[in-house]
């Protein structure tokens, strides 16, 4: 046992508690958190600074809102609501287009206007929310997915894992769907997660249930050396989320759309600390190499060519 | 950062250093128990007088022990009979008399003195106020003859002395010697002690030594604590103090306990007026608990002692803190479950707070009523997932449905003549009720497996901390030393700058070990 723990501080693994004391506490200030905890904030910022999301249908914050749902979820190639302070992809409904004058979900199951009010309302008194907040519902456009990555994915959305420590993007990672996940990209799910080379874009080696595996458990495909297409504009999406931001660390998630490129999903504060395993390596040299560039003004472009010289 | 972690580091020590300071003077200096049930012996001690009055002014003048800061007699008791009693400080030392008077005492009489003591040992401190007192050198006075001898005697010793320590050593060894082993100095004893005086005379001889040299000493009577005995004799031993060291000689070998009374050559009676005195001094041993003989300590130190504890606490109030007070010991346990170890639970303190329901139920009987209410709260959930009630309501039907199936329980367990039924009333119901919700949840976002795991933790740390803290030494020792709180509160801190790896994480990141 002390072995492997001693093994593991060499490879520079960190674990939550580490994570949590050196970098979400230290570099996460507390009245910036709300930026990426409400989602309809993020998106606000995101478009101010010029980063792409998928579009705003609606909010729903009240049962006056809710009048409007069938105006907000008017669109036959499909809508997610999710809850804007959810975490872990809790609470979210996909819906992939009508069904017998009801929607289908994305399982493959129908549900009705009441069914999706119920879900709503669950939303909006703080099911899903930290801490039981109530909460708000957002609408928004279904990200039709590259088929780039239809290989290696089982149903659902694959997207792309960003670690960015100030600015810098120090990791990442693809993560894809499987039919254990339910068609959901998370790694606490039995979802597959792929390293991805920082300097190139393509995938190194990749894990599923923190085991190292090499092809989809679905698909059969290998899931090495997988081009990410547009990834220059993918790590400028997550070197920019530090000005919108002022986070210093954070992960970022970014899906690719067939037709709209890459979108950023979400931001998280807590990004989970799995993304060492799919990369094959510790994050604390890294956090170290991007913590010691110091404060220096630096354009995101430039955190961009520092990043790819950081593996 | 750097400054943070040293910051919280030395807070973290400092808390622990306190709080182990505390415990430290209490267990060691004032000897409060650290075993729940420790037990000390504590000596009944009386002095009986019997006499026969001769219809004349009666005297009776007996030593009784002389409380101070280290010692105090709370439980005195004296029988008088038709006698008056005075009590009387002597100037000079430290005594204490108790005298009793009758104008025309007839017949037979008898007056009493009762006390309890702890006793002493060898590593007992002289009284204070004998060791304060400032060393000065008394010459030996008597007529020319004894005076010439013992200068000579005192002489001889001083010369084969190096200190004053091995002076007292030689001195007593010279005056408790026998003629035949003495020879050279036989002559000179022998013509100091008078005749049929005795260990008391010797002592005296000893004394006078010691204070020709500026060596404080004085005579101490009273009686060794070995074995229950309705005559005991009363002892003397010699007290001298050297360089602030304590010493006690006691002629014939020290006793592993004594009890001091008087100091003096005297004896501890004397009587005018009457006939056939007959003292009796009588031990009894008893058993008592130690944790009262502490809190019972006298002087500044033992106010400490209380001032740090519940014991002047009502009764109501002593209980209720005998159980707030284990809890902070299931909550630093599941800090390190959870920072160290990485269980899982629903809930951050949820377990602790199910674990403190245990209480009224113990363990299995606890560990089966709540599954069992975790599984009719989960069947009931998610009937309510298809009515699609809004949350608040949803939460409310739940916990109502919870009180129902406790006073279920409850009534079908009576009928049956089983208890556990009745103890399941204090059952956490509201704590349940989230329960049940968020595991229904992970229930559902996650999957059932997950769910049951995560119940499964939160049991396991229940049981863990529940076991801790119902534990009668942990109970006894957090109760009986409250400061143990800083302590624990000193971990606390320490663990939460703890940035290591934890155990379930040795296993999640095993692939990347090599």
Redesign the interface.
């Known amino acids: ?1 002390l ?3 001693r ?3 060499r ?1 520079g ?6 994570r949590n ?2 970098f979400v506490n ?1 570099l996460n200030a507390r009245k910036f958190l709300i930026r990426v905890d409400d989602k309809e904030l993020t998106k606000e910022l995101a478009s101010a600074a010029g980063i792409a999301t998928p579009e705003l249908y609606g909010v729903i914050k009240n049962a006056r809102d809710m009048k409007r749902l069938p105006e907000f979820i008017d669109h036959t190639d499909g809508f997610v609501i999710k809850p804007a302070m959810g975490s ?4 979210i409904i996909v819906i992939d287009g009508p069904l017998k004058g009801g929607w289908r979900l994305s399982s493959g199951r129908r549900i009705d206007l ?2 999706m ?2 879900q709503i ?2 939303m909006l ?4 929310s930290l801490g039981g907040q109530p909460d708000k519902a957002l609408v928004e456009y279904r990200v039709k997915f590259d088929n780039i990555f239809g290989q290696v994915s089982y149903k659902g959305v694959p997207d792309i894992r960003v670690i960015v420590l100030k600015g810098v993007p120090v990791f990442a990672m693809l993560r894809l769907p499987t039919a254990e996940s339910d068609g959901k990209a998370n790694l ?2 039995g979802g597959v997660g792929a390293g991805i080379d920082l300097a190139t874009g393509r995938t190194k080696r990749a ?1 599923q249930h ?3 595996v090499e092809i989809h458990p679905d698909t059969g495909y290998p899931l090495e050396d997988i081009q990410t297409p547009y990834w220059d504009e993918i790590l400028l999406m997550a070197a920019k989320s530090y000005e919108m931001t002022e986070l210093g660390y954070v992960g970022v998630d970014v899906v690719l759309d067939r037709d709209k490129g890459p979108l950023l999903l979400e931001l998280n504060a807590r990004p989970g600390i ?1 993304i ?2 799919a990369n ?3 994050l604390r040299f890294v956090l170290d190499k991007a913590e010691a560039l110091g404060a220096a003004v630096r354009t995101p472009e430039e955190r961009v060519e520092i990043a790819k010289t950081l593996g | ?1 750097k400054i943070n972690f040293r910051h919280a580091t030395i807070l973290g020590i400092v808390l622990i250093v306190a709080g182990a300071v505390i415990f430290l003077v209490k267990s060691a200096a004032l000897h409060y128990p650290l075993t729940p049930g420790a037990r000390a012996t504590l000596w009944d001690f009386e002095i009986y007088l019997e006499f026969v009055g001769r219809n004349q002014p009666a005297r009776i003048e007996t030593y009784i022990p002389a409380g101070d800061v280290e010692r105090t007699f709370p439980q005195e008791e004296f029988y008088n009979g038709s006698f008056g009693l005075s009590l009387i400080g002597e100037t000079g030392s430290r005594n204490r008399k108790a005298v009793w008077t009758y104008r025309y005492p007839a017949n037979k009489k008898v007056l009493r003195y009762a006390a309890q003591t702890l006793g002493e040992t060898l590593s007992t401190p002289l009284p204070l106020a004998f060791r304060e007192s400032e060393p000065q050198v008394i010459p030996f006075q008597a007529d020319e003859v004894k005076r010439q001898a013992f200068i000579v005697w005192s002489g001889n010793l001083r010369q084969r002395s190096a200190d004053d320590r091995s002076f007292a050593d030689l001195a007593l060894k010279s005056v408790f010697e026998t003629r035949a082993d003495n020879e050279q100095f036989a002559d000179e004893v022998a013509a100091l002690l008078e005749e049929g005086e005795g260990v008391v005379g010797r002592l005296l001889l000893a004394q006078q030594l010691l204070q020709s040299q500026g060596v404080p000493a004085r005579i101490a009577g009273g009686v060794y604590l070995s074995d229950e005995r309705r005559r005991e004799e009363t002892r003397r031993w010699l007290e001298y103090h050297i360089d602030g060291d304590d010493f006690r000689f006691f002629p014939g070998g020290a006793p592993d306990r004594f009890f001091t009374i008087w100091y003096g050559p005297r004896p501890l009676v004397t009587a005018d007026g009457v006939d056939d005195l007959d003292v009796q001094i009588a031990l009894r041993s008893r058993e008592t608990s130690a944790a009262a003989v502490a809190e019972n300590a006298p002087g500044p130190l033992g106010d400490f002692g209380r001032a740090m504890g519940f014991s002047g606490l009502p009764l109501t109030t002593q209980l209720v803190y005998q159980v707030l007070i284990t809890i902070p010991v299931g909550i630093a346990i599941l800090v390190f479950l959870r ?1 160290f170890i ?1 269980f899982k639970t629903l809930g951050t303190f949820m377990p602790v707070l199910i674990g403190i329901a245990f209480r009224e139920t113990a363990l299995i009987n606890g560990i089966l009523l709540f599954s069992l209410l975790i599984a009719l709260g989960l069947t009931l959930r998610f009937y309510l997932e298809r009515l ?1 009630l ?3 309501p949803r939460l409310a039907v739940v916990l109502i449905f919870i009180v129902m199936a406790m006073a279920g329980i409850t009534i079908l367990m009576t009928g049956a003549n089983q208890a556990i039924g009745l103890s399941i009333s204090l059952f956490p119901m509201v704590i349940l009720t989230m329960t049940i919700e968020r595991m229904s ?1 992970v229930w559902e ?3 059932a497996g997950e769910a049951i795991k995560q119940g499964v933790g939160s049991l396991a740390v229940a049981a863990i901390t529940y076991l801790a803290m119902t534990n009668s030494h942990v109970e006894y020792l957090m109760y009986q030393f409250p400061e143990l709180l800083l302590v624990l509160m000193g971990l606390c801190v320490l663990m939460g ?7 379930s ?2 296993w ?7």
């Open positions: 046992m072995k492997t723990y093994a593991l501080k490879n693994v960190i674990g939550i508690n580490e004391v050196r230290a872990q992809g809790k609470g009441e069914g009010k119920y309302n669950n008194s703080g099911m899903y606490h799910k894990m923190d085991q190292f799995s060492q395993i094959r390596v510790g | 950062m920072q990485g699609h809004l949350l608040v949840i976002e996650s999957s700058r703890y940035t290591g790896l934890r155990l994480e040795l999640r990141f095993r692939a990347l070990a090599n």
